[in-house]
């Protein structure tokens, strides 16, 4: 699989494999919905204070996240402008999302499930639209990204954040065989080069770039991990097994029994003509 062209990228793909990965995904963040409610990493104040800074948040705004998952987003949203959504396939991450809004007493947001390829909202209804770690999950990135621009209105902003993978092919092969080892319904992360591709092909500025990284562990890693078949030791040996030649190009290296690694990411925003 190219890194530059995979298939994912350009192909609308079939009903039956959009049904099955819908399935997995429904697996897995079911599974895993408990565990990223409570991440520090999805939490973490500094991170999302960049990505609403990006949206240029206005008081009366009102904003979608699409694919929330707990939420997370959403609430950060909703301290700074008038009303917050969040859109997700899962009732999972909804429920969390719902009892975390609860617990801070949050009420000016709504939250929906549904199809991150047929958003349930009219043309032009959001000044801030935006999605966060969730593109790489998507076999259609081009289709979800021109929901997201047909929902924003003429003057709002269109914020994407997900991981990156390396400009080399072979590190960025080898990182998405570790993801989708890691996460069954992962599809793909994409090249700086894609995502940042998207505005122009959907008839917005090149957008505003934030690069950043977050680093973690491999035994964190491996412990918040549904991987295939359960196989953690399989994963555990994948990870420790690429850090000479930093074979994902996640910049590895061992400490004791241990790696670190580390994710680059970047948040991208523009504004809709």
């Given at each position: 699989?190219?890194?530059?062209?995979?298939?994912?990228?350009?192909?609308?793909?079939?009903?039956?494999?959009?049904?099955?990965?819908?399935?997995q995904?429904?697996?897995?963040?079911t599974?895993?919905?408990?565990?990223?409610?409570?991440s520090?990493?999805?939490h973490?104040?500094?991170?999302?204070k960049?990505l609403?800074?990006?949206?240029?948040?206005?008081?009366?705004?009102?904003?979608?996240d699409v694919?929330?998952?707990?939420?997370?987003?959403?609430?950060?949203?909703?301290?700074r402008?008038a009303h917050?959504?969040?859109?997700?396939?899962?009732?999972?991450?909804?429920?969390?999302?719902?009892?975390?809004?609860?617990?801070r007493k949050?009420?000016?947001?709504?939250?929906?499930?549904?199809?991150v390829y047929?958003l349930?909202?009219a043309?032009?209804?959001?000044?801030?639209?935006?999605?966060r770690f969730?593109?790489?999950?998507?076999q259609?990135?081009?289709?979800?990204?021109?929901?997201m621009v047909?929902?924003?209105?003429?003057?709002?902003?269109?914020?994407?954040?997900?991981?990156?993978?390396?400009?080399?092919p072979?590190?960025?092969?080898?990182f998405n065989?570790?993801?989708?080892?890691r996460?069954?319904s992962?599809?793909?992360?994409r090249?700086?080069?894609?995502?940042?591709?998207?505005?122009g092909?959907h008839?917005?500025?090149?957008?505003?770039?934030?690069?950043?990284?977050l680093?973690?562990?491999?035994?964190?890693?491996?412990a918040?991990?549904?991987?295939?078949?359960?196989?953690?030791?399989?994963?555990?040996?994948?990870?420790?097994?690429?850090?000479?030649?930093?074979?994902?190009?996640?910049?590895a290296?061992?400490?004791?029994?241990?790696?670190?690694?580390?994710?680059?990411?970047v948040?991208l925003?523009?504004v809709?003509?």
């Open positions: 699989m190219s890194s530059q062209t995979p298939s994912s990228q350009t192909s609308a793909g079939s009903p039956q494999m959009d049904h099955a990965h819908a399935a995904i429904a697996d897995q963040f599974r895993q919905a408990a565990d990223f409610a409570r520090p990493a999805l973490n104040d500094e991170a999302l960049r609403v800074d990006a949206a240029r948040p206005r008081a009366g705004d009102v904003s979608l694919a929330c998952g707990p939420g997370t987003v959403v609430m950060a949203f909703a301290a402008i917050a959504t969040g859109i997700d396939a899962t009732a999972a991450m909804l429920d969390e999302a719902r009892r975390i809004a609860g617990e949050v009420s000016n947001v709504t939250w929906h499930q549904g199809d047929a349930p909202f043309d032009g209804s959001f000044d801030i639209v935006s999605c969730a593109f790489h999950h998507l259609r990135p081009a289709d979800a990204f021109a929901e047909r929902v924003c209105r003429s003057g709002g902003r269109v914020v994407l954040c997900d991981g990156v993978v390396s400009g080399d072979a590190k960025a092969d080898a065989r570790m993801e989708l080892f996460d069954p992962t599809v793909e992360f090249t700086l080069d894609y995502l940042a591709g998207l505005y092909r008839d917005l500025p090149s957008p505003a770039m934030e690069a950043h990284r680093t973690v562990t491999m035994n964190q890693l491996v918040h991990a549904f991987p295939e078949n359960d196989d953690r030791e399989g994963l555990h040996r994948m990870i420790w097994d690429s850090v000479e030649g930093d074979k994902l190009g996640m910049l290296k061992r400490d004791g029994d241990d790696v670190q690694l580390s994710y680059s990411g948040i925003s523009a809709k003509r």
